[in-house]
Nanobody, 118 residues
Framework: QVQLVESGGGLVQPGGSLRLSCAAS????????MGWYRQAPGKQRELVAT???????NYAHSVKGRFTISRDNAKNTIYLQMNSLKPEDTAVYYC????????????WGQGTQVTVSS
């Protein structure tokens, strides 16, 4: 079994910054792509950013230039540096990972709340 544990959420003023972390633990051979998704109240979950094991990144248009995803393969951890935060970034942020164990499986973290408000 694989666990994804997120941390770093909180309340921040518009224009501020936060850094999210997601650490994977458990029994597996390797982790392929990892990413961040978010879900605002009344809305569907949406992609924020993804990163492959080789470091290739992909961003939602709404966060490009403001958010940066990075990865430490040795620690099985990804990060999301969020700058110039806007009220519309308010959501629960979820970590996702494609993990190779006995089979290739998709895992989600429990989510961390990010609130951007003055």
């Amino acid at each position: 079994q694989v666990q994804l544990v997120e941390s770093g959420g909180g309340l921040v003023q518009p224009g501020g910054s936060l850094r999210l972390s997601c650490a994977a633990s458990g029994s597996f051979f390797s982790i392929n792509a990892m990413g961040w998704y978010r879900q605002a109240p009344g809305k569907q979950r949406e992609l924020v950013a993804t990163i492959t094991s080789g470091g290739t990144t992909n961003y939602a248009h709404s966060v490009k230039g403001r958010f940066t995803i990075s990865r430490d393969n040795a620690k099985n951890t990804i990060y999301l540096q969020m700058n110039s935060l806007k009220p519309e970034d308010t959501a629960v942020y979820y970590c996702n990972a494609d993990v190779l164990g006995a089979t290739m499986s998709d895992y989600w973290g429990q989510g961390t709340q990010v609130t951007v408000s003055s």
